[in-house]
């Protein structure tokens, strides 16, 4: 099995990549490298990996179409694991077209390679975020997805549409996997966690949103990755009970599936910043503000379908792994 893996420099493609070849897969690892956060963060992450014989690294866009086309030509990609985007919920409030080139061009780019190459499973990220405006709890992919509340729900949801249209027309297995809060040494550092750990260390005062009524299904990256490694033999197939009358959404007539992937336990923001003092051994200064255009109070996901579909059950508490991304943001920083 040949392996490309989207988005390879990035946190979850990189500790994604280490874990297949780990397991003695063949993997085609792309990023563009670009400069939403440190580059050289993503450049450190891949020599971890760079000289490993079961990983080739290329650098490329996903919205190159002529290069991504050539590297399905070269590589014999038999299975994709589409990871690349332009990730952020503020962002897409001041940087929308990038939004639109890595999301919707990028991805159009990869479902066509992957149906010109008959590509046998087709995994990609989705996330929380297209919940947006539902207030139900926990999240589930039986739910409504049509209110998005930034750009980048928008294109997440765009990406679900798109691929489930693959599936149909093109019989390409495809499961998308609505992320949650990914959290892990290694991380992204626009990620709360990742700036709060900096700023309590440094001293410097953390903007706390909502007045700190909120919450995350914070996910530890070990447990992301074991659930899309369980999911690669797992390729969807037609539900025969699909009903057009009452439509299930996370599944279909088509080989088209929807996962919530999370740690089915949300963990209040303030009580999350009182583990990092903690674990820090310093006290946060926090100014408490309103809430942020396109942020939600809360997320909780239903992860019945992905333990019962793939035995996945989530086995990292969240003062263990943010135990783990203290000790590492101290030795790398």
């Known amino acids: ?44 992450r891949l020599k971890m ?39 952020g919920v503020r962002y897409s409030l001041t940087a929308p077209h990038s939004y639109v080139h890595s999301n919707l061009v990028g991805f159009i780019e990869i479902l066509e390679a992957c149906k010109h190459h008959k590509v046998q499973h087709l995994i990609y990220a989705s996330s929380s975020s297209v919940y947006g405006a539902n207030t139900m709890s926990p999240f589930s ?25 693959y599936s149909h027309l093109y019989h390409l297995p495809t499961t998308g996997l609505r992320f949650f809060t990914v959290y892990g040494p290694w991380g992204r550092p626009d990620m709360a966690y990742y700036s709060f750990t900096r700023d309590i260390i440094e001293g410097n005062t953390i ?25 690669l033999d797992h390729p969807p197939t037609v539900n025969p009970n699909w009903d057009r009358e009452t439509p299930d959404p996370g599944s279909s007539f088509a080989p088209y599936r929807i996962y919530n992937i999370g740690n089915h336990h949300p963990v209040k923001l303030l009580d999350f910043i009182q583990l990092l003092e903690r674990l820090i051994g310093k006290k946060a200064k926090i100014e408490l503000a309103p809430m942020q255009p396109g942020d939600v109070k809360e997320t909780y996901a ?4 992905l333990q019962n579909d793939t035995g996945y059950a989530p086995a990292t508490n969240i003062e263990t792994g943010l135990a783990h991304f203290v000790d590492w943001y101290k030795g790398y920083h």
């Open 207 to 231: 903007k706390v949103f909502n007045n700190g009524d909120m919450s995350r299904d914070f996910t530890y990256i070990d447990d992301i990755v074991e659930g899309i490694i369980r999911l």
């Open 1 to 44: 099995m040949s392996i490309l893996v989207t988005g390879a420099a990035g946190f979850i493609g990189f500790h994604l990549v280490n874990r297949l070849v780990a397991k003695g897969y063949h993997v085609v690892g792309i990023d563009n490298l670009n400069d939403y956060y440190d580059v050289n963060l993503k450049r450190d």
């Open 141 to 165: 992919t039986k739910d409504s997805v049509d209110h998005p509340l930034s750009l980048y729900a928008a294109t997440k949801k765009a990406n679900e549409l798109m691929a489930h249209t």
């Open 49 to 87: 990996v760079e000289n490993n014989s079961q990983f080739e690294f290329f650098h490329i866009d996903v919205a190159d179409r002529d290069k991504i086309y050539q590297l399905f030509a070269d590589k014999a990609i038999t299975t994709v694991i589409h990871l690349a985007a332009q990730a």
């Open 302 to 305: 239903d992860i019945t379908n």
